[in-house]
């Protein structure tokens, strides 16, 4: 199993085999075999960030030997909580985050978990209890996947893990894959595409004890704020906070024993935290950052196609830093070359080309020689940086009755985002979708004339004995969808926590960590996090500007043609052109015996497909052919 997971942790491995019962402990060259009783079995991977001794070795275990922990991820405030239990006794025999969670378990419990902050998931030993505490962070940066029957508990931090050992079986989950192709969802529910195998969800624990007893459990959630405005004084109080809270998020990511790098795309979110490393490095207390150097190190993708290019907002951040820059340029050649490798890193499907560019760029950073880096996920999830958050803000405005404040935003939304509606037809087009007799109409035409509609040209494929038997996941997915609509806060909250940010968490984790890097993520600090929940709406949209509070907070910092973008161009590649370089693997592959045949009409598919060769067929098709084509080939390889 930790074979399997070599690429996360190359630097050391361990194993332990304890004996419950007996108390004894078994570990590679101490016998020639664990013992027969053997019941608890941990083993890890070791990529090395702080304390780069052999003390730093996991699996790791308290002074008497009774608790013994397995950890993927940092405790970034570990500096902190590691003075704090020295001052009640504790004593350390390393530098390691790891050695604060053994102590912190000890003197708080299951407590402990409040007083982190990082991105982690453990399973922590309890001698003791005689019990498996396991947890993960409260956004699910890092991942943690378990199978359980009446004899085992398996886990691991990627599922391919699991899949080495001989009880775990391998089955199709049919109910992810129709969500997956008639949704376009992925990472929303505890579940995977894989039956049975299932993700300890975001800020949760779980116990097993020794009669085989689960116990699981939320630790950790948001409170919603669902007012539109505040006072001027509480609105120059919470952008004041959140600035404070992004350099200090920052500060503490900048903790390692190894080189730190920056993702720069040459947004809102990456500049943002470039121009902080680069004030931190450039004051007193930013120089014990040794391991940076004297310049910041950023990594970008960039493309000869203008339409995908942010090199000149790259540009802009370069001549403020005196950053060193390294690019890369993603192609088709490049994706269907390493497509495979890809997959297999991934574990499970993915939506588009977007996640090609990312293990791009990891790959650059491990080519020069960085393990750590820094990266803008989860902004937009928090602060509405995505321009369909426009609508969701009007319809919020009109089920509200602010019709003055909705023609207003509505008004200012115009050029926004690429944006070139008028005042008028994007009112109507957010009343529409609000209205029953809109969302009966949109539902009628994506059923009865499938590919008018994109939801209808996805179940155009789909087999109508699968559509039949999980019609209704999708029935309930569009009233949750319609009551969000006219919910932004919610929307916000479901988009973090179910819709959008858990997969492009898993994409950012398997593509840095394909290359041995750790990615980590500034803007997911829970104490921003937290703080974005407790904004009004107006901190998220105000006056056509999307991330509102984030742009007024790096005024002085950004440069203002990237403070002040109307335009957001999100991680995209010149998708069309790689997938028409494609055409003949695609081909072939539709062309085929279907392994997804229980699920896709290879009939339809075939027709539909043939669609893409028409040189006018949009972007939108060609991200639905990639996700057919996606699903059939992971079918091919994960159950040949």
Known sequence: MTTRLAHRGPDADGLLVISSSRGAIWRPGDAPQPPEDGDVALGHRRLSIIDLSERGRQPMTTA??????????EIFNY????????????????ETDSEVILAAYREWGHACLSRFNGMFAFALWDGHKRELFCARDRLGVKPFYYWRDAQHFVFGS?????FAHPAVPRRPNPAMIYDYLALKHIDHTPETFFA?????????????RPDGELVQRRWWDVTVNDAVDTSPAEDARLVERFRELMIDSVRLRLRSDVPIGTCLSGGLDSSTIAMIVNDLLSKEHGRDHAAIGEHQKTFSACFEDPRFDEREFI?????????DSYLTFPDGDGLWRDLDRVLWHMDEPFHSTSQYSQYCVMKRVAEAGVKVTLDGQGADEMLAGYPGYYGVLLGTLIAR???GRALHEARAARGMGGRGRSTMDLLLRVAYGMTPIGRMVRGAVSSRLPGLLPEGRLQAVVRPDFERQYAPRREAMLVGQSARLRDLPRRLYHDVFHASLPALLRYEDRNSMAHSIEARTPFLDYRLVELAFEMPMSHKIRDGWTKRSLRDATEGVLPPEIQWRKDKKGFVTPEVLWLRQGRTELQDTFAGKLASAEYLDGAALGREFGKSLDATAEGAFYTDVFRWFILEKWMRTAFA
Do not use: C, M
């Open 64 to 73: 008497d030997g009774s608790a013994w922990l397995i950890f993927n991820g």
């Open 79 to 94: 500096v902190e909580l590691r003075a704090e239990l020295i001052t009640k006794g504790h004593q350390f025999a390393t």
């Open 158 to 162: 990627e599922i391919k893990a699991l």
């Open 196 to 208: 049975e195998i299932v993700p300890l969800p975001a800020a949760h624990y779980l116990v097993v």
């Open 315 to 323: 540009k802009l951040v370069l001549r403020d830093t005196n950053a």
């Open 401 to 403: 009755g602010r019709f």
